[in-house]
């Protein structure tokens, strides 16, 4: 099964500062998507990227790719407190996911 | 409008019982899908349809049935329920195997 593993497993930053976190995959994939989890909450799809791109934005997301190193990282600029949650990346049908990075923005 | 709904939200039961769990998205998907989440937060795929056939059935025990009536509709049943099976279940949708899912609320499974 392809498996995400995210780094670190967990971050806490200021409101306002970037939050960086990555994730690393074992196989060739198709594409790799990320996904927010609130406490209590379902996960929330927030970015997929293709294999053969290497950058993607939306809004203060930005995705990065590097299909010859298997990692991909998200960026959040001018993090917010609505931003805590867990980050998880998973890889074409999305069949593991890692545990995630927990992300705690403090106001 | 919830475009990913189960029921129930949470599901108390004793050891040895049978249970399920209903999932319906009016997002006009064609593959949905089960996931458990355990204490560690792993979430790990279980079962996938699409159109209603089954394509992903991952090392599950036997005990987890899952049924689809139609596309719309994925729902779990469970038998003879274990204390491992405490978790929560998530059921979600997508457009195909490779686009983005969109996740139910979860199911809170405590077995006793």
């Known amino acids: 099964s392809q498996q995400g593993e995210e780094d670190p497993q967990a971050l806490s930053i200021q409101e306002g500062e970037n939050a960086t976190m990555n994730c690393s995959y074992k196989?060739?994939?198709?594409?790799l998507q990320w996904y927010r989890q609130n406490s209590g909450r379902g996960l929330v799809h927030l970015i997929l990227?293709?294999?053969?791109?290497r950058e993607k934005h939306s809004g203060r997301l930005r995705v990065t790719l590097d299909t010859s190193k298997k990692s991909s990282s998200l960026l959040i600029t001018a993090s917010r407190a609505a931003d805590t949650a867990s980050y998880f990346c998973a890889t074409d049908t999305p069949l593991v996911f890692g545990k995630g990075t927990r992300l705690s923005v403090i106001a | 409008d919830t475009a990913v709904s189960q029921t129930p939200k949470y599901l108390v039961t004793q050891m040895g019982n049978d249970k399920s769990i209903k999932c319906e998205q009016n997002l006009g998907h064609d593959t949905m899908y089960w996931y458990k989440q355990d204490s560690k937060k792993f979430l790990k795929i279980m079962f996938s349809y699409n159109n209603k056939e089954l394509i992903i059935n991952e090392t599950v025990p036997n005990r987890f049935s899952p049924k689809s009536p139609d596309k719309a509709h994925l729902n779990l049943h469970i038998n003879s329920l274990e204390l491992g099976d405490s978790a929560v279940y998530f059921c979600?949708?997508?457009?195909?195997?490779?686009?983005?899912?969109?996740f139910g609320p979860g199911t809170r499974l405590t077995v006793l």
């Open positions: 196989t060739s994939i198709n594409n």
């Open positions: 979600a949708s997508s457009q195909d195997r490779l686009a983005g899912l969109t």
């Open positions: 990227i293709r294999s053969n791109e």
